[in-house]
């Protein structure tokens, strides 16, 4: 392949893929984060409010990108110390808590979708996930960037067939619904609320940005990043659109509009990829977990094992594992991220926006 088309996609691509991947799992890939965060809203402002997410997505992933390039920090521990200074440990307190709850969102998504394929228990769709992520956890940056390429190709091109289909047969209910419009939405404060507690995932993505080297890379990366991560949640709210209102009640919506479709091989392919959704976000997760203690570490002159990176992973999955079994997807998700997203808004997105914007202004 060529070495201008592989630096090209690592610059302005690769960094998209990786948000994406870590975003999608547990509630967005199961169309569940976007029924309770834009679909209770209403139709129609659904949709501003996932634009509203999109753009801040992208303008504190371009800011953040510029901040770690400029200061060569690719690790969230650097990063939040010079952007913060002694009140960098409130990041990393928030880091730990949303990483726990991130993998504990995907062990229990991971867990009801095996239990809708094969009728197992719960708990053994967990375990196999588990065993997935710490197997990728051990073995670095480079081939979770490969894994995460490839697997985020290819939701997208089931979602784009997906939506193909729904379209087909739904075509005039998504119209309709589409334009249901409900003048005391607050579809702002529920995009700005989605973009704040997955913007969590800036903390665990900057390996992303030793790829970057210009601030003009930085900029375009992140809004491109903040693109490719909506886009998908977008034909999935379309998608989803074809049986609203009643979608909202379904615990994992996407598979329920699959169903509707009577195909049951391209249902088994959704569930397949789906799954592997669920293992990329648990595994970037806890990988950016791995970078924040390889870079302490390798500060004091030690470089981080694979060992060491598969006992942080367990441990890590183990503490997610008991949330999982012990409150359920819904749950999780409806209830567990409200304290968190304010605290991401004011001890990191925030910052990252004033410093941002004035490291930009005074370089320009």
């Known amino acids: 392949m060529n070495a201008n088309w592989i630096s090209t996609y690592k610059t302005y691509l690769l960094p998209g893929f990786v948000f994406q991947s870590i975003v999608i799992g547990g509630g967005y890939g199961t169309g569940r984060e976007l029924v309770e965060f834009f679909l209770r809203e209403g139709a129609a402002p659904g949709y501003l409010g996932m634009v509203a997410a999109m753009l801040i997505w992208g303008l504190i992933l371009a800011l953040g990108f510029e901040l770690a390039r400029v200061g060569r920090n690719y690790d969230y521990r650097t990063f939040s110390k010079a952007l913060l200074g002694r009140a960098w440990v409130a990041v ?117 940005v030793r790829h970057i080297k210009t601030r003009r890379q930085a ?47 391209f249902q088994l392919l959704f569930q397949v990829i789906l799954f592997g959704t669920f293992i990329e976000t648990g595994t970037g997760t806890i990988h950016g977990f791995n970078e924040r203690l390889a870079g302490a570490w390798r500060e004091k002159g030690h470089e981080m094992t694979r060992l060491q990176r598969l006992a942080v992973g367990a441990a890590v999955l183990v503490s997610a594992v008991w949330l999982a079994d012990r409150f359920g997807l819904v749950a999780l998700i409806a209830d567990g991220y409200g304290l968190i997203t304010w605290g991401f808004w004011l001890f990191l997105l925030l910052p990252v926006l004033v410093f941002g914007l004035r490291s930009i202004f005074r370089r320009t």
Request: aromatic share 10%; proline share 4%.
């Open 92 to 208: 990393d307190v928030l880091a730990i808590l949303s990483m726990i709850l991130t993998v504990a969102v995907v062990g229990s998504a991971s867990g009801e979708l095996l239990h809708e394929m094969s009728g197992s228990a719960p708990i053994v769709g967990t375990l196999l996930a588990v065993v997935v992520i710490v197997l990728l956890v051990c073995w670095g940056s480079t081939l979770i960037e490969r894994v995460f390429s490839v697997w985020s190709l290819l939701l997208y091109g089931f979602y784009l067939l997906m939506i193909v289909l729904v379209m087909r047969t739904q075509s005039e209910e998504i119209l309709r619904n589409a334009a249901i419009w409900d003048p005391e939405a607050h579809w702002l404060l529920g995009g700005v609320r989605y973009a704040g507690y997955n913007l969590a995932g800036l903390s665990v993505m900057l390996f992303v």
């Open 219 to 265: 900029v375009t990366a992140g809004f491109l990043a903040g693109v490719i991560a909506m886009f998908p949640g977008m034909m999935i709210y379309t998608a989803l659109l074809a049986y609203y209102p009643s979608i909202i009640e379904q615990s994992i919506p996407a598979n329920f509009v699959l169903s509707q479709l009577d195909w049951p091989a």
